[in-house]
């Protein structure tokens, strides 16, 4: 029977169904229009991430500046001033803050994609939308604390620019929409598997904190490539984030030891991750609510 | 020519029991371990109880459910707990998929299985309108346009910029409910969300759902408020263990339901003299309750007449006895006690020579009360009043409100009738007066 494969299809044989529920959908059924339908969805959760994280605090939105210029400090007084970490010449406090801003979006958008089942249950529980309205409006919230991050390190960029550091941004820069896109996708990628994976075992949640931390101290964000030992450089470029934290540096500061082509290796698997764990998902959302 | 809108088709739902996962990859690995050594399984509770329809480690939640539901049509969903309305629901609301069997829908369909999800504590009441609004699936044009009417539906204006977890619960039910009633679905499947909020408020909502399902939309409605199915729905799907158990019109369904599983017994039958109730002096032999087509019958509407009947032996000529009963509601009041003899019977009559006898009596019509009713029935002699027979909770019958207006309940269909003991229609006279002339100044004239 057609109308078995197919989870949302016309069948003009009998009678026009709008909405056709059966056990299993096609795996290449994703439900796009649906997705489309509820645009309004997703661009209001959007919007409740951004303000209700900072209802009734004091200084509201400022701790979006806060925490980037926090963080560097920290990473400049204890890997450079304190552990002395090479910063390919660059100064420090720059060197970290770019690594950083670039990298936390990757980051924070793992983290926030690995908990979609079990954290929205109750919400999954009593009402159908399409399920990956949640992990997409997470990775464009995201977006959003980035180009706060973004804005408070162009500032800074400014600031030593103007006070005579030997920095130098170049053309790359206009590939930054690229590379916010390989990341988006390799966060999201993996953080839909790793939600897919948690509604049978927890076990999966607890990894993503573990991975993320190594994942982290292997890509050059405390360190340049540069200053890596060369029979262990093919571990770091192993990672697919290294070549897009390596290619915004350059952009930015105008110092990167990566062959840019290595961008299409990380775009790869960007779109590797992205097709295997939006497949998944899939597949999941129809029946998790029985498990999870 | 009427249009089916939902075609339900040999939907069945299987959930896994013991096999669901143990939640922790170490404790599948151990699971699988246990069973290749050929031992029971570590994770699996002690002493389960069986369920009816369980099959081995499985249960069939649902199981080769049909039903179809036409254009315009408001279909309630009944049944005790785990009789699997709720799986349907979650079927239908496209929350869990079915195990097999297909289910065809055409148009949007809005399920209202809680109301208020996706409130974020944190946001306003006008925020939360249209996060609430764009979770059920409308989008920001169609809550624009709604908004003012929501805001007034839910009487919650003056806190409209307040955070909700600010609000009162009542409050919050209020506003959640109001942007629910403002969805404008092709279809709608609603869970008993109506069970919130004081009576007023359910009065309103009850009036909103009724308004969805004669404005011509479809509506799909479980509840467990008979009382609000009768109302709202023609037709009732009453489900039972996983199955249809009966598909019918609103009425014949609910009667059947508020009548299942209830210790009935229309008759009681003693045929051998020496095992029934009484003395020497008398024996009851059978009490019966009967329709008016005088048929054993268990159930009643209150508009309908019950009649009472009992059955004895006398064994000696006496020159009075009375066959009695009570009545007694299912919160063990005495509704009423009725005697066969009364003061005006005349004395020749009340004589009991041997025999056996018969005894009825009739209740009429639009008297007693809905609910369950038990029957005590006796034989007591002369003077002392002494009792040669008592039977107590003889029989048990149930008088069933369907809730249509009509009978005592006149035009007054907005809800439970109060649970007194008896619903007799009685005799009103109203009349008008007129003003006296003092009064007519201080005063508005009263128009009705």
């Known amino acids: 029977m057609n109308a078995q494969l197919a989870g949302e299809t016309l069948d003009i044989s009998e009678q026009k169904w709008t909405t056709v529920i059966s056990p299993q959908r096609a795996w290449w059924d994703l439900r796009l229009g649906d997705l489309w339908r509820y645009r309004d969805l997703i661009r209001l959760l959007v919007w409740r991430d951004f303000v209700a994280l900072y209802k009734q605090t004091i200084f509201g939105p400022m701790w979006y500046f806060v925490g980037p210029v926090f963080g560097t400090v920290i990473y400049t007084v204890i890997f450079s001033g304190v552990a002395k970490l090479p910063t390919d010449g660059l100064p420090p406090f720059l060197f970290y803050m770019a690594g950083n801003t670039i990298w936390t979006y990757f980051s924070s958008c793992l983290s926030s994609t690995s908990n979609i089942f079990t954290g929205n249950a109750g919400i999954f529980g009593k009402v159908y939308f399409p399920r990956l309205a949640i992990p997409i409006s997470a990775v464009v919230s995201n977006l959003i604390s980035f180009g706060i991050r973004f804005i408070v390190f162009v500032v800074f960029l400014i600031y030593f620019l103007f006070s005579g550091s030997d920095l130098h941004p170049n053309w790359w820069i206009l590939f930054l929409p690229v590379l916010l896109l390989i990341m988006a996708g390799m966060g999201l990628g993996i953080g839909i598997i790793v939600s897919s994976f948690t509604t049978k075992y927890r076990d999966a949640h607890q990894l993503v904190g573990y991975g993320v931390t190594l994942l982290m101290y292997s890509s050059p964000i405390i360190y340049p490539l540069s200053s890596v030992p060369a029979n262990w450089r093919w571990l770091v470029l192993a990672n697919p984030v290294t070549p897009v934290i390596e290619v915004f540096r350059g952009a930015f500061l105008g110092v990167s030891s990566v062959e840019p082509l290595l961008l299409f290796y990380s775009a790869g698997f960007a779109l590797i991750v992205l097709l295997i764990g939006v497949l998944i998902f899939n597949r999941v959302e129809n029946t998790f609510m029985d498990t999870v | ?448």
């Not at chain 2, 003077?383 to 005592?408: C, E, L, V």
């Open chain 2, 1 to 448: 020519m009427s249009n089916t809108v939902i075609s339900i088709e040999n939907i069945s739902k299987l959930y896994r029991l013991g096999a669901i996962g143990t939640g922790t990859f170490r404790g599948d690995v151990q699971r699988w371990w246990a069973k290749v050594r050929g031992l029971p399984d570590p994770h699996l509770k002690i002493g389960e109880k069986d369920h009816g329809n369980r099959d081995g480690e499985t249960i069939w939640a649902l199981k080769d459910i049909n039903f179809q539901v036409q254009q315009g049509e408001a279909v309630g969903i009944i049944g005790r707990n785990g009789a699997g309305k709720s799986t349907l629901l979650k079927i239908l609301s496209r929350i869990t998929a079915p195990t097999s069997g297909i289910i065809k829908i055409d148009g949007i369909v809005s399920s209202l299985l809680e109301v208020g999800t996706g409130f974020h504590p944190e946001l306003t009441g006008r925020e939360n309108i249209f996060m609430n609004g764009a979770v059920m699936g409308m989008d920001r044009r169609e809550i624009t346009r709604k908004f003012d009417e929501i805001v007034d539906f839910s009487g919650v204006e003056k806190y409209i910029d307040t955070p909700v977890k600010r609000y009162s619960s009542g409050m919050y039910v209020r506003l959640a409910f109001a942007v629910a009633a403002h969805l404008d679905p092709e279809v709608m499947v609603v869970d008993e969300v109506l069970a919130v909020g004081d009576a007023e408020f359910q009065k309103k909502c009850l009036g909103k759902m009724s308004d969805v399902a004669s404005g011509g939309r479809t509506v799909l409605f479980v509840s467990h408020n008979m009382g609000a199915i009768q109302q709202l729905c023609s037709r009732v799907v009453m489900l039972d263990e996983g199955k249809i158990a009966f598909n019918d019109l609103a009425g014949v369904v609910v009667g059947k339901y508020l009548t299942m599983g209830l210790p009935q017994q229309g008759e009681r039958l003693w045929p051998d003299i020496s095992q029934a109730p009484g003395d020497d002096v008398a024996r009851l032999r059978g009490v019966r309750v009967l329709d008016q087509n005088k048929r054993i019958c268990t159930s009643f509407d209150v508009r309908d007449p019950v009649s009472i009947e009992m059955e004895y032996w006398v064994l000696r000529d006496l020159d009075y006895l009375d066959a009695s009963f009570y009545l007694y509601s299912e919160r063990g009041e005495i509704i009423l006690s009725s005697i066969d003899n009364s003061h005006d019977t005349p004395s020749g009559e009340r004589k009991r020579p041997a025999g056996f006898y018969r005894s009825i009596c009739h209740i009429p019509a639009d008297f007693l009360n809905n609910g369950q009713i038990y029957v005590q029935a006796a034989l007591t002699g002369a003077g002392n009043r002494q009792a040669h027979a008592i039977q107590k909770d003889a029989i048990s019958f149930t008088i069933i409100d369907r809730m249509d207006t009509g009978g005592a309940r006149g035009n007054y269909h907005a809800g439970e009738w109060p649970p007194a003991a008896v619903r007799p229609m009685l005799n009103w006279s109203v009349e008008r007066l007129p003003l006296k002339p003092e009064e007519s100044k201080s005063s508005e004239p009263i128009v009705n």
